[in-house]
């Protein structure tokens, strides 16, 4: 079931054509909805930045032998 086949979306839209799967209406309805959404402008407050954790000391080796 891939792009050959006539009966799923992915073979409507390499034929080019419409059907069953592949609606017209569906694809107005969708379009539709989407440009009737008022655009919401979200105002965003800046996140303080957090300090930068501060590394523990290098170990000194020690000569185990």
Do not use: F, H, N
């Not at 979306?9 to 569906?26: E, P, T």
């Not at 379009?31 to 930068?52: C, G, Y």
């Amino acid at each position: 079931m891939g792009r050959g086949d006539k009966k799923s979306r992915k073979g409507k839209i390499a034929i080019g054509s419409y059907g069953v799967s592949r609606s017209r209406k569906a694809i107005k309805a969708q379009i539709k909805r989407v440009l009737s959404k008022p655009a919401v402008k979200v105002e965003t407050t800046p996140v303080a930045e957090k300090p930068k954790a501060k590394r523990a000391p290098k170990k000194k080796e020690t000569a185990a032998e």
